[in-house]
């Protein structure tokens, strides 16, 4: 029984372009093709087309964002709760595009695609994708579906890197931006997270230099990198009260090397499952992909990557969210308001840490469906 | 040439007791003997042996604090910058002494250490030792040595934790007592850390269910582990000033998985050079006690601990310590004073994290000194 307020059952599309001489160039030089993207849509496009929304996702995401891709699926999309009829984004009124992205493993073309040239997987001969070229590439995929303006592009931690670049790289096309939870660069910490947790999967003996497809795959390194990871999506206050000092299915201390509290267990656990559904080498591009993303860079600063911007921003952080800080929002916001462009700032009270804007969706909800309708009224 | 406010050329000594029938009983129930311990002394006993200070030490410390081991050493010992004639802990007024820990692999006995029942090193059948165990072989040290009174007993980190279960064990031993930048039981994502940590070295085939002495020792987990470790000693702000986002040896990025950013290079260097020092077993041992460390669950709580005890706190820790943070101090501190127990606390504005208390020391010498001076005067 689907609740009323789903997109139901929904399914996952896939793109292809760049084929033959067509290539698309990418930002470190190299040329990719042919390029396949999948996407989910929801709701319907609107007679004028002023209604169409980009949903861009994080790391481990995908595009299945919402609805459910079979009646048997236990579990919805990964942003369900925020998108549906009657929801923060509303389909009853919005048409949602998830687009995946490219150097993932959830259906566009990566590192374990085959590589046309060779019959074989690309392993790492895949070339080192960016933030720009994922963008690049979901807007060959809107040409593709007609759509030439966006009403909103939304998207949390990497995703909000993609709001940013899409803003940049074609400011015309879209109206409202919302990024969540991200930064126009990552902290020298956050790299340094994800170097150990890249060294995690390249010393891995099943690695192989990334050549391990139809072999065993490096699953103790990618566990360990997800461990990592999930670590720093939480916060200490958030693991405090989920699990604090509780044993794991005993009363005492083991006194040995098998796990003893709660929290070990879970880390444990998620990190093996992340194995069953994610591909080592994606989890290279992909986290590659974000230390390199400095959207200032090319431009000196960031007051001057903004200049000359119509779009309007809605920028959201949470308090306890130290892989991509508040401050990091509030340098972007900041940069938005020096060149007096529209820029709503929230910064919720939440123990969630980063998993916060994934988690806290009632009040991010309304705030998000505020912004939509307001700003679509705005011609 | 050695300094004039240096200890100089020190040796290291060792002590070893329980052999035979009088093995040591653990807090695990299992019985350890004979038990070795490394430790080194600075200064004179005063003749009414009333100015012996302990200095207790962390994860990766040693007994060797202070001064050269030899004229070629390049480096002092770990807490130089602090010991020595008329620095924070003045050897001209103290007799110092350093202990190191069982279940280490810096002279004392532990998982390296051959089991002379067996005549092969323990590995994981060494017993798993707590913070209480370390504590009580360190008395036996005291008890050797004739000291029986100790003016004071200092620590950071898990040298803290020591000292909190030195005042606890043996309270009418200890006079004052200096805990900093620790805690009396590590946060559920401290925890979370180390389980990463020891997982990342379980899971390296090298380690061979820790059976790898004489062969290639598990370098890839250890490093992957001390990498983790180093990130959580340093703070997001002092990683952003040490390296930003600066490029190792390049001007541009690689568009490879080499490494490009200073951080990175400076992680697997500090996690290779780790390997060549540290056994990996012990880094098992070590964080376990660590985390099973939880001064207040015999007493239901910290206030309880802490009833009835005579020993004046000086409780040290540092703003930007989130492996530690001050919260675990104030809370020390606060039990402290519940029981009308003398606690000066002290939160020092530093950027450096966790690491603070051991690169602060110019002001948190200073502090050190004065409450020694004005403890040792107060009969």
């Known amino acids: 029984m689907i609740a009323e307020d789903s997109v139901g059952i929904v399914e996952t599309r896939y793109f292809t372009f760049a084929e033959g001489p067509n290539e698309m160039e990418l930002e470190c ?11 989910e849509t929801y709701g319907e496009l609107s007679p004028t087309k002023d209604n169409a929304i980009l949903i861009v996702h994080a790391l ?11 009646p048997k ?20 009124k919005y048409f949602v595009i998830c687009s995946n992205i490219i150097g993932g493993c959830k259906g566009s ?23 720009k ?17 966006l009403l909103c592009v939304i998207g949390g931690s990497m995703g909000g890197m993609q709001v940013l670049q899409w803003v940049l790289s074609y400011p015309e096309m879209v109206k409202l931006a919302i990024p969540i939870a991200t ?10 997270f994800d170097e150990v ?14 050549d391990y497809y139809g072999k065993a795959v490096p699953s103790r390194g990618l566990a360990i990198a997800r461990m990592i990871g999930h670590i720093t999506y939480m916060s200490d206050k958030s693991m405090h009260h989920k699990f604090g000092r509780r044993l794991r299915d005993k009363e005492e201390y083991g006194y040995d090397f098998v796990t003893d509290f709660e929290v070990e267990s879970y880390l444990n656990y998620r990190g093996d499952s992340f194995v069953k559904r994610f591909d080592a080498n994606s989890y290279l591009y992909i986290t590659k992909a974000m230390d390199y993303f400095d959207l200032a860079a090319p431009f000196g600063s960031l007051k001057n990557a903004f200049a000359g911007l119509k779009t ?6 949470f308090t306890s969210d130290w892989l991509f800080p508040p401050y990091q929002s509030k340098e972007i916001v900041s940069a938005l308001r020096h060149n007096n462009i529209d820029a709503i700032y929230m910064e919720f009270e939440s123990d969630y840490g980063h998993d916060a804007f994934l988690l806290e969706v009632e009040q991010e909800g309304r705030l998000i469906s505020n912004f939509l309708e307001h700003g679509r009224k705005q011609a």
């Open 197 to 210: 947790g890249r060294r995690a999967i390249m010393s891995d003996p099943d690695w192989l230099g990334g």
């Open 29 to 39: 030089g190299r040329k990719l093709g042919p390029i396949t993207i999948a996407y």
């Open 73 to 92: 699926d236990e579990k919805p999309g990964w942003w369900d709760d925020m998108i549906g009829p009657g929801k923060g984004i509303d389909t009853a």
């Open 109 to 131: 073309t990566g590192p374990s695609t085959i590589n046309p040239e060779t019959g074989a997987p690309y392993g790492i001969g895949f070339p080192v994708v960016t933030i």
């Open 133 to 149: 070229d994922m963008v690049n590439a979901q807007k060959a995929l809107l040409d593709h579906l007609g759509i030439g303006s």
């Open 312 to 317: 309007k921003f809605l920028v959201i952080s």
């Open 183 to 192: 930064a126009a660069k990552l902290s020298t910490q956050a790299i340094a």
């Open 60 to 70: 481990s995401g995908d595009a299945h964002c919402a609805g459910f891709n079979s």
